[in-house]
C-alpha cells in the first residue's frame, strides 16, 4: 500500500510519500516548502491569515501530489507553531477542507515520539529534534521512546526572541537555550545517559553539510554525519557573526535556510551543552518517517504504542 504524510511545522511544511509491505516502508517521495508559519505568529498569539494560507497552499498543493503518486491513505500532522496557536482550530479547518483529510496537531511529547520512531536505530539511544519552533527530546531503546518531552526552544522562535546575536547577544541567546533544556531534560527524569544521540532537523542536515564542505546540500550525504559539541559551538558563533549573505555562499549551506541557520546552530549547541553531549549523529529521517513506520506497523498487525 502507499501512503503519504503531510507535516505542517513551523518553518516548512513537507510531504513524504512511501510504499508499505510487510510492516516495512520503501521511500518514494519527498518535498518541503518553506512556509514559515511560526513567523506568523502575532503578538495575540494567533497565527496571521497571510501564514496560514502559505501552509495551507502547500499542503494542498502536497495532497494533490500524494493523491497522483498513487496514495492511498493521507495523513496530515502539525507542530509546534499549529499547537501553539490561539487560532490553531482555524488552521486546522483550513487544511482540512483543502486537502480533503483530517488534520492532527500534535502535542509536544508525540512529536518527539514520531521523531524518534522516525529516525532512531537499535540499542538505547537518546534524540534531539531541532525545529522552527520546538525542540523536542527522547530516548529509549530499540525504536521505542521511554521519555519524551518538548522544548520551547527552535531556530525560528529564538530569533524573534533574541535577533541580535552580536556582543553579548551571543552568550544571552545561548544560555537562554541550556536553561530550557536543561529545565525539561530534570522533568523527565532519566536515569541512564545515553551514550548515543541522534539528532533531527533541517538545523542539523544543513550544519552537517556546511560541517562536511559540500559542494552543495545533500540530503543523503549527511546521514550519519557526527556533528561535536566542540564543531557546533564554532559553528554557532561563526554564523551568528555572519551576515545572511555571506552564510549563503558557504559551501553546504541551503541558501533559503541562511537568515536562521544562526539561531538554529545556537539552539542545537544549547541543547548538547545542557545535556553535555560529546557528538551527536545527524539523521535525514523525521517525525514523518515515525508516522509511516507506525502506519506499516499497524498495518502489519503489531499495534502502535500510544504517545
Not at 564543531?231 to 549573505?245: K, S, T
Request: aromatic content about 4%.
Amino acid at each position: 500500500m502507499r501512503c503519504a504524510v503531510i507535516g505542517i511545522g513551523s518553518n516548512s511544511t513537507r510531504l513524504l510519500v512511501g510504499d508499505i509491505q510487510d510492516g516495512t516502508v520503501r521511500t518514494v517521495l519527498r518535498d518541503r516548502a518553506g512556509t514559515r508559519l511560526f513567523a506568523g505568529l502575532m503578538a495575540d498569539g494567533s497565527l496571521c491569515a497571510q501564514s496560514m494560507l502559505r501552509a495551507a497552499d502547500a499542503a494542498a498543493r502536497f495532497a494533490a501530489d500524494a493523491r497522483q503518486a498513487g496514495s492511498e491513505r493521507l495523513r496530515i500532522i502539525a507542530t509546534s507553531a499549529s499547537r501553539d496557536a490561539k487560532n490553531g482550530a482555524e488552521l486546522q479547518e483550513m487544511i482540512e477542507a483543502l486537502c480533503g483529510a483530517p488534520m492532527e496537531i500534535l502535542s509536544g511529547p508525540q512529536e518527539a515520539y514520531y521523531s524518534f520512531l522516525g529516525a532512531t536505530g537499535e540499542g538505547y539511544c537518546g534524540l534531539v529534534d531541532v525545529g522552527g519552533g520546538s525542540t523536542e527530546l527522547a530516548c529509549g531503546g530499540d525504536g521505542r521512546p521511554l521519555k519524551t518531552a518538548s522544548v520551547q526552544l527552535g531556530a525560528l522562535r529564538l530569533l524573534g526572541e533574541a535577533p541580535d546575536l552580536s556582543g553579548d547577544g551571543f552568550a544571552r541567546a545561548v544560555a537562554t537555550a541550556v536553561g530550557r533544556v536543561r529545565a525539561e531534560w530534570a522533568r523527565m527524569d532519566v536515569r541512564d545517559m545515553p551514550a548515543a544521540w541522534y539528532g533531527v532537523g533541517g538545523t542539523l542536515t544543513c550544519l552537517a553539510a556546511v560541517d562536511m564542505a559540500l559542494a552543495a546540500f545533500d540530503h543523503e550525504a549527511v546521514n550519519g554525519h557526527r556533528l561535536t559539541r566542540q564543531a557546533v559551538a564554532g559553528w554557532a558563533r561563526l554564523l551568528a557573526d555572519m551576515p545572511p549573505e555571506a552564510r549563503a555562499q558557504l559551501p553546504g549551506m541551503l541558501p533559503r535556510r541562511a537568515d536562521i541557520i544562526a539561531h538554529g546552530a545556537v539552539a542545537l549547541y544549547g541543547a548538547m551543552e545542557a545535556l553535555r553531549l560529546p557528538w551527536i549523529s545527524v539523521s535525514n529521517r523525521t517525525n514523518l518517517d515515525g508516522c509511516l513506520r507506525e502506519m506499516a506497523e499497524t498495518r502489519a498487525g503489531e499495534p502502535a504504542p500510544p504517545c
